[in-house]
């Protein structure tokens, strides 16, 4: 990992020990619009669209997908946003392994069938005739057809993805091509093992037209496996003011977004929030007590968190008094608020109506869950699900949700401040 620009404060934040606590109980309150802001705090917000534009600037630059240039636009839109803000700001990098499909396909007769080559299948390009296979691909079912050499295609159901492709290694199959159970297509398949063959995913109506196919004649396909494992760098964006090298609370919500998809609510919304409570206490006593965070590579597993809390001190971590994340929310009428025992109690006093929505936070992973397994108390602010989620249709978000959501997420962290 790597930290630019260098100072000697954020050495103090160095890699130290992993201590490993248990994570904190989890609790949610559920907060309706109706309990939201004064009348006189709904006004301001009505002319206050800074977090909107920012959502909407996010937005028009495509998917921001952690790796790639259109990411790296967005980390410097919003590193520019918090030095307008008054803040500082560095830029932690960190690197780990991501599957990418530079594009596979299966060919045959001239036509190409678009292919997803599965996480943990080898590369490569390679011709065989293409053998179906009964059922769904278990050991018995290899048994009644001969795909020795050949190229195997089986039906996606009943047993794992890994099991069947183990079934047809075993039987000699030098590829194998894994068809949807349903009409569309299947992208992002992962098999828990590496495997030294070729393994790719088409829709269920390709591979419909295939199995016909081999049934009136022999078929003989080409198949492209171009996936493998590379080197991605993320990049979290901290806003801090000058000399802050122990926050009592880091406020912060995930910039990137899923590949194909403008995450307008996911979590662009997050991140103009988190942006927006910093704008906001900018010239107050309360922009010193922590720091902002635009979180990369959440939708990769986590990555940003995590190098945040790996590369922080144990000291540095138990001195949070509690860890902010904003993850969608944009959309949906209730705000959701999960978190630590002791900190939803402190939100439940912010918001006196707020009710216990759960005993734990399963609804979605999202950055808290790192700084929760370092003991860290959390608070996590969400809306939940909603029909475009990681689809190209998260394209916007609504203004007034935004703005209610800095609200409570400024009352909270003043409360938490003074607690
Ligand atoms: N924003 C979602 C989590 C979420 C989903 C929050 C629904 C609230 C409601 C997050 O970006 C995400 O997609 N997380 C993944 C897991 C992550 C480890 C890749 C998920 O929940 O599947
Ligand atoms: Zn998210």
Not at 44 to 56: E, G, L, S
Not at 108 to 116: C, E, F, S, V, Y
Not at 351 to 379: E, M, R, T
């Given at each position: 990992m790597s930290v630019r620009p260098q100072t000697k404060s954020w050495l103090k934040v160095v890699l130290t020990t992993i201590l490993l606590l248990t994570p904190t109980a989890c609790a949610v309150q559920n907060i309706t619009t109706a309990q939201q802001p004064t009348v006189k705090q709904r006004t301001?917000?009505?002319?206050?669209?800074?977090?909107?534009?920012?959502?909407?600037n996010l937005v028009n630059m495509g998917p921001r997908v952690a790796g790639t240039p259109t990411n790296e636009k967005a980390s410097t839109y919003i590193e520019q946003q918090?030095?307008?803000?008054?803040?500082?700001?560095?830029?932690?990098?960190?690197?780990?392994?991501?599957?990418?499909?530079?594009?596979?396909?299966?060919?045959?007769?001239?036509?190409?069938?678009?292919?997803?080559?599965?996480?943990?299948?080898?590369?490569g390009k390679l011709s065989?005739?293409?053998?179906?296979?009964?059922?769904?691909?278990?050991?018995?079912?290899?048994?009644?057809?001969?795909?020795?050499?050949?190229?195997a295609i089986v039906k996606r159901g009943e047993i794992r993805f890994t099991e069947k492709v183990q079934n047809a290694t075993n039987a000699g199959a030098i590829g194998v091509v894994i068809f949807n159970n349903k009409p569309d297509s299947l992208s992002s398949g992962t098999l828990t093992q590496t495997f030294k063959i070729p393994v790719v995913g088409i829709s269920g109506d390709d591979g419909d037209t295939l199995i016909t196919?081999?049934?009136?004649?022999?078929?003989?396909?080409?198949l492209n496996a171009n996936g493998r494992?590379?080197?991605?760098?993320?990049?979290?964006?901290?806003?801090?003011?000058?000399?802050?090298?122990?926050?009592?609370?880091?406020?912060?919500g995930h910039y990137d977004s899923v590949e194909g998809s403008p995450g307008a609510n996911d979590n662009a919304s997050g991140t103009a929030v988190v942006l927006d409570i910093a704008r906001k206490v900018s010239q107050t006593p309360l922009a010193r007590q922590a720091w902002f965070i635009a979180f990369d590579a959440e939708e990769d597993g986590l990555h940003g968190s995590r190098a945040f809390?790996?590369?922080?001190?144990?000291?540095?971590?138990?001195?949070?008094?509690?860890?902010?994340?904003?993850?969608?929310?944009?959309?949906?009428?209730?705000?959701?608020?999960?978190?630590?025992?002791?900190?939803?109690?402190?939100?439940?006093?912010?918001?006196?109506?707020?009710?216990?929505?759960?005993?734990?936070?399963?609804?979605?992973?999202?950055?808290?869950?790192?700084?929760?397994?370092?003991?860290?108390?959390?608070?996590?602010?969400?809306?939940?699900?909603?029909?475009?989620?990681?689809t190209p249709n998260d394209k916007t978000v609504d203004p007034k949700l935004l703005n209610e959501t800095i609200q409570t997420g400024l009352d909270i962290f003043k409360r938490l401040v003074n607690n």
């Open positions: 301001q917000n009505q002319t206050d669209n800074q977090a909107y534009t920012d959502v909407q918090y030095r307008q803000a008054g803040y500082r700001t560095r830029i932690q990098t960190f690197t780990y392994s991501k599957f990418r499909d530079a594009g596979s396909s299966l060919a045959l007769d001239g036509t190409t069938i678009k292919a997803n080559a599965f996480r943990g299948s080898a590369p065989g005739k293409l053998v179906a296979v009964p059922n769904f691909g278990r050991a018995n079912d290899f048994t009644k057809v001969n795909v020795e050499g050949a190229i196919r081999t049934q009136i004649a022999p078929l003989n396909i080409d494992n590379v080197d991605v760098t993320g990049r979290n964006v901290i806003a801090y003011q000058e000399g802050v090298t122990q926050p009592q609370v880091i406020i912060g809390v790996n590369a922080a001190t144990p000291q540095f971590l138990s001195e949070l008094k509690g860890m902010m994340n904003f993850d969608m929310v944009g959309v949906n009428n209730k705000l959701l608020i999960g978190g630590s025992s002791e900190l939803t109690k402190l939100a439940k006093v912010v918001q006196p109506q707020a009710q216990l929505y759960g005993a734990n936070c399963a609804n979605g992973a999202s950055d808290h869950a790192p700084f929760a397994a370092k003991g860290v108390p959390i608070l996590f602010f969400y809306r939940g699900m909603e029909a475009n989620y990681h």
